[in-house]
């Protein structure tokens, strides 16, 4: 679940089947048309979250990855098309 620069993770109680909102996840620097959160992918206590039409410096739409760990964002944006 994304909107602009956050990213809702939900969590499913296995004895109810009932969903609620874990965490949520922000792109400090995330603009409506990032689509931060449009690719997902968790690992234990890591998410990752794409914004693939992310402005980087003067490339336009260059994309991010964005790293959380225990819900705290790294700091860390890979921009792989922005050489
Ligand atoms: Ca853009």
Known sequence: MAT???SRVLERDARSQ???IST???ALDGQGEDQFGRST???GDTAVVGAPFDDVGNFLNSG???VF???T???AELHPDSR
Do not use: T
Request: hydrophobic share 40%; proline share 0%.
């Open 64 to 66: 991010s990855v964005y």
């Open 41 to 43: 992918a968790i690992d």
């Open 69 to 71: 760990e225990n819900r």
């Open 24 to 26: 949520e996840l922000h």
């Open 4 to 6: 602009r620069g956050l």
């Open 18 to 20: 009932s969903w609620s």
């Open 73 to 75: 964002a790294l700091g």
